[in-house]
């Protein structure tokens, strides 16, 4: 069955940097794009990036851009989403996400929490 099991969250400083990992089994990775998600307390979850299955074309939330960079390693089976220059307002819980045969698919989520 298709599992993603994200890691790398933890508590960083604004302005820091943090790499969180998606790792992924049950389906062929290689096929499908992947995505990245995240919730804030009392918030809805929300869009942050997107990788092609290529990883030729990503896209990402305004409220990302320029600072996060999503990757993959189709050899690995991993989907990477790299954050610098963090900010507060990027605490949330974040999730790795695919759609295989129109079914949606997500991680346990990592916290990642922004703070000094």
């Known amino acids: 069955q298709v599992q993603l099991v994200e890691s790398g969250g933890g508590l960083v400083q604004p302005g820091g940097s943090l790499r969180l990992s998606c790792a992924a089994s049950?389906?062929?990775?290689?096929?499908?794009?992947m995505n990245w998600y995240r919730q804030a307390p009392g918030k809805q979850r929300e869009f942050v990036a997107r990788?092609?299955?290529?990883?030729?074309?990503?896209n990402y939330a305004d409220s990302v851009k320029g600072r996060f960079t999503i990757s993959r390693d189709n050899a690995k089976n991993t989907v990477f989403l790299q954050m610098n220059r963090v900010k507060p307002e990027d605490t949330a819980v974040y999730y790795c996400?695919?759609?295989?045969?129109?079914?949606?698919?997500w991680g346990q989520g990592t916290q990642v929490t922004v703070s000094s």
């Open positions: 996400h695919v759609n295989v045969v129109r079914t949606d698919y």
């Open positions: 990788i092609t299955y290529t990883g030729a074309i990503t």
């Open positions: 049950g389906f062929t990775f290689s096929m499908y794009p």
